[in-house]
Nanobody, 118 residues
Framework: QVQLVQSGGGLVQAGGSLRLSCAASTSILSIYAMGWYRQAPGEQREMVAR???????NYADSVKGRFTISSDNAKNTVYLQMNSLKPEDTAVYYC????????????WGQGTQVIVSS
C-alpha cells in the first residue's frame, strides 16, 4: 500500500509558475513509475507527466517545454514544476503511482486545484 500526499497548487495568473509536490509513504525507488494527471471540469483525466522505470520521462504535448517532473529520493517526493501557465492548465491535479510494470496506476493522491487566471 502506497499513500500519496499532495501539496502546492492554488491560484496564479497566466504566465506564472507553480510547483506541486507529492510525498509517498514508501521509498519512491521501490515504485516502478510516478506520474501526474489532471482533470478539468467536464473533461476526462489526462496524463500530464510521468517518470518511467528506466528513469525516462514522458510529457503530454500540451505541457512539453513548460512542465518538469522531478523527484527527491531522500524525501520520497515527486514534484511537478509548472511554468508559463495558461488558463487551459486549470484543473485538479493528481499524482499517481504505478507500483510494478504489470500494474496500473493503483495509487492516487488526494488531488489539488490549480486555477490559472487570464
Amino acid at each position: 500500500q502506497v499513500q500519496l500526499v499532495q501539496s502546492g497548487g492554488g491560484l496564479v495568473q497566466a504566465g506564472g509558475s507553480l510547483r506541486l509536490s507529492c510525498a509517498a509513504s514508501t521509498s519512491i525507488l521501490s515504485i516502478y513509475a510516478m506520474g501526474w494527471y489532471r482533470q478539468a471540469p467536464g473533461e476526462q483525466r489526462e496524463m500530464v507527466a510521468r517518470t518511467n522505470g528506466d528513469r525516462t520521462t514522458n510529457y503530454a504535448d500540451s505541457v512539453k517545454g513548460r512542465f518538469t517532473i522531478s523527484s527527491d529520493n531522500a524525501k520520497n517526493t515527486v514534484y511537478l514544476q509548472m511554468n508559463s501557465l495558461k488558463p487551459e492548465d486549470t484543473a485538479v491535479y493528481y499524482c499517481a503511482a504505478q507500483p510494478v510494470p504489470q500494474a496500473g496506476w493503483n495509487y492516487w493522491g488526494q488531488g489539488t486545484q490549480v486555477i490559472v487566471s487570464s
